[in-house]
């Protein structure tokens, strides 16, 4: 049996992407141990990394690749699994070309653990530029009785979710991260009962041993220093919070406590980084505000993010990386995802990265940070529920494939 792996732009420097492959992996390998394992990725080092065969990253424009190239690779496989992330509400456009590749090709789909936001991607099914500043002007001008927009976009969203219907309706097994994103795809015209509601495949990865190999010296000899309150902090680069200086502000308070330091935890070793360099600049105590470099591994950063007293992040899978170890967090929404896995934590984020409520992550940090008892009580209660679930979802993948094992 061969098995194509993709539907997420592995190997293109997001920690939690490479954290839900390295699980994918694992879970594939547990449900058919015979399998070839194939990963759609422009990252040579993945198939060392995993023991895995490569082939081009398909469905993504961030490379170039060819429309026959990806036919004849499906061809070639008895199973496409579609393998995580919020891909169905991040581009649905892509989703539906690489199932409708898989169907022509004679390759069954599978979507494993996959999310959805309650909205689609605004940059795709939000009108931009001149031609929503026409329809502005239309809807001024019928004093909103028109209400262009909104049916505008209304209409391109509807569209792709009927289209997305007509795909995964082929599936041979559709599983989400979440109850939300399965309601979704349940609004989307897709039966109840055909959806099982799994948890992101993340949830099982291993920390490296302590210290982390790429752990520089100095920052391991400052994560080791006792009598500190260590906060691990990732602001996405990818949808940046827009009130930088207020963010600012908030955590020079935060480290007004001198026994305060703040960790930068870079999901994205490149552009996050960046952006944590950037806000360095203006902390006061810049000596507790020191980013990590070099962290590529998602063992090694499931490793440093288990020694933080407590997580901010507007990437979700540092609060996934962190959960497994039942550290205390603190979410920034970037899309309903994050919002999703806090709630049965009894938690709501701190507002968005448009509207960050300031205030309220002070607070919260502050908190929390006296709480992990309590927090940890209740993480370990969520934990066993998100696992068990996890594994319903993989007891049905290996039905699934050994029904078609060859």
């Known amino acids: 049996m061969k098995i194509l792996l993709g539907g997420v732009p592995f190997g293109r420097n997001n920690i939690g992407d490479e954290a839900i492959l390295a699980c994918v992996i694992k879970i594939v390998r547990a449900a058919a141990p015979q399998a070839e394992i194939t990963v759609s990725t422009d990252d040579p ?238 902390i006061v105590r810049r000596e507790a505000f020191y980013p990590l470099r070099g962290i590529v591994e998602t063992s090694d950063m499931t490793a440093i993010a288990a020694r933080m007293d407590v997580l901010i992040s507007s990437r979700l899978h540092l609060l996934i990386l962190g959960s497994i170890h039942h550290v205390p967090m603190i979410g920034i929404s970037r899309g309903s995802k994050v919002d999703n896995f806090l709630a049965p934590y009894g938690l709501k984020p701190v507002g968005s990265v448009e509207s960050c409520d300031f205030d309220a992550l002070i607070q919260e940090t502050q908190r929390l940070l006296n709480a992990r008892a309590a927090f940890e009580d209740t993480s370990q209660r969520v934990r066993r529920e998100l696992l068990a679930r996890l594994d319903a979802a993989r007891l049905e993948l290996t039905k699934v494939l050994q029904r078609d094992k060859s």
């Open 45 to 282: 080092e993945t198939a060392q990394r995993h023991a895995v065969g490569v082939c081009s990253l398909y469905g993504f424009d961030v490379v170039a690749y060819s429309e026959a190239a990806m036919q004849k690779e499906m061809a070639a496989h008895d199973f496409y699994l579609w393998a995580g992330a919020t891909g169905l509400s991040d581009y649905p456009d892509r989703a539906c070309q690489l199932l409708a590749a898989a169907r022509q090709a004679g390759c069954r789909s599978i979507v494993w653990n996959v999310g959805m936001n309650s909205e689609l991607n605004p940059a795709k099914y939000k009108l931009q530029g001149r031609r929503l500043k026409l329809v502005q002007i239309a809807d001024k001008m019928s004093g909103g009785l028109l209400g262009a927009q909104k049916r505008m976009e209304g209409l391109k969203e509807l569209q792709a979710r009927k289209q997305l219907r007509r795909e995964l309706l082929d599936c041979a097994l559709i599983v989400t991260r979440d109850p939300q994103s399965a309601a979704e795809l349940v609004g989307c015209g897709i039966s109840e009962e055909s959806i099982i509601v799994g948890a992101d495949s993340a949830l099982i990865e291993t920390a490296s041993e302590w210290p982390p190999r790429a752990l520089a010296e100095d920052d391991k000899a400052r994560l080791e220093r006792k009598n500190r309150k260590r906060i691990g902090l990732c602001i996405s680069a990818q949808r940046e919070i827009t009130r930088r200086n207020e963010l600012i502000a908030a955590l020079n308070r935060l480290l007004e406590d001198p026994k305060i330091e703040i960790v930068g935890l870079p999901m994205n070793p490149i552009t996050d980084l960046a952006l944590l360099d950037d806000l360095r600049k203006d």
